[in-house]
């Protein structure tokens, strides 16, 4: 691969990820989903250069950023579960605190209990990926 | 083929429908920035709230939106792609806390799912909502694949996915300090983990290790769902 230094071949290498993790959801009978497959395919294609990413990291921001407009579209189609909604609104507004609430504990103490032996109580920064 | 009249007609479509997304998005990060940036102000459910409004009033057919948006919605594919992106950036950070990292995902990611599941069909929802409880602390754009995938509603999802970020980023940090979990990592790990990128954002806000953190877990947490999920459902209903 050459070095991805323009915003354009950058984003390239991802459309075309996506493109084959489309193609491999369509060809084989696996369970994920085409997007899921093209950032595994992407993961195994860049591991080996992390550190020579090019303008990766910066169309993956750009991205990231604007991630929330892109869902939008297939939020949308929500309109036509609005009467569901209106019938069971009760328990799956229980169960979407309940569970959050869950998943935030088990996770933080989970974290907490393993994470003692390598840290300091107040987290060890030198350790910190890059934002 | 298509018809002259029908492939402009689809073109107006596309730009019609691609711009009053825009619009409608751009309205919602309007608003919550006059609310001071709280996530209880949801630009995404905003734009929602918007367009199907206007879908219904104006007697459109949410099919043809739908058709139209699709520049967009295949941008989300892309994003989801983009993902790849951080995990190999921060391959060493994931091989130092390896055992610690993935445990705490998996253990939180596993009991806020099967809480979740549990409560609705506990409280009598029906199967189709219960499936698509399933992906619910997992980032929008990979949750509403698995949804898809284990019998759920990929729309139903993102609105479910939304609710849970707002949720875990307005309270998440009071419940955290109570339970006196101060930690920056552990506070970034729960974040990203029980409420994604929303959660993540009020990580970033909180300090910027617990954000890097939280993205960290939500890509993590996507991958792994992505994979593990619709297997499991799978082998469950067989």
């Known amino acids: ?131 | 083929m298509m018809g002259d009249r029908a492939l402009l007609a689809s073109v107006g479509d596309t730009i019609l429908a691609c711009t009053a997304t825009v619009a409608a998005y751009a309205i919602g990060r309007a608003l919550q920035r006059a609310a001071g940036g709280t996530p209880l102000v949801n630009p995404v459910l905003v734009a929602m709230a918007l367009l199907g409004g206007a879908l219904h009033v104006a007697h459109i057919d949410p099919a043809r939106y739908a058709a139209g948006s699709r520049p967009i919605q295949l941008l989300l594919g892309t994003a989801t792609v983009a993902f790849a992106v951080p995990l190999v950036r921060q391959t060493t950070t994931i091989v130092r806390h390896r055992r610690a990292l993935l445990t705490a995902i998996l253990a939180g990611g596993t009991a806020s799912a099967l809480t979740a599941v549990g409560l609705v069909h506990a409280l009598g929802a029906s199967d189709v909502v219960g499936r698509t409880m399933i992906p619910k602390s997992i980032t929008a754009p990979i949750a509403m694949g698995i949804a898809e995938r284990v019998g759920g509603v990929p729309a139903l999802a993102a609105l479910f996915t939304i609710t849970t970020g707002v949720l875990g980023a307005s309270i998440g940090g009071a419940l955290l300090d109570r339970l006196r979990l101060r930690a920056p990592m552990v506070r970034g790990v729960a974040l990203g983990t029980a409420a994604h990128g929303i959660g993540a954002a009020a990580a970033f806000v909180e300090h910027p290790v617990a954000g890097a953190f939280a993205g960290l877990a939500l890509a993590l947490h996507g991958v792994l769902g992505a994979v593990v999920m619709p297997v499991i459902v799978r082998l469950m209903t067989r």
């Open chain 1, 1 to 131: 691969m050459p070095p991805l230094r323009s915003l354009a071949l950058a984003a390239l290498v991802l459309v075309a990820c996506q493109g084959a993790g489309a193609l491999l959801a369509r060809l084989a009978p696996l369970p994920i989903a085409g997007p899921v497959l093209g950032l595994l395919l992407a993961v195994a294609l860049l591991h080996r250069r992390r550190d020579r990413l090019g303008a990766l990291p910066a169309v993956a921001d750009g991205l990231h950023r604007q991630l929330p407009l892109f869902f939008v579209p297939a939020g949308t189609a929500v309109v036509a579960w609005l009467p569901t909604l209106g019938r069971e609104w009760r328990p799956i507004a229980v169960a979407l605190v309940v569970s959050t609430l869950v998943g935030l504990v088990v996770t933080a103490l989970v974290m907490q209990r393993l994470s003692a032996a390598t840290t300091d109580e107040r987290g060890d920064p030198a350790a910190a990926p890059r934002a």
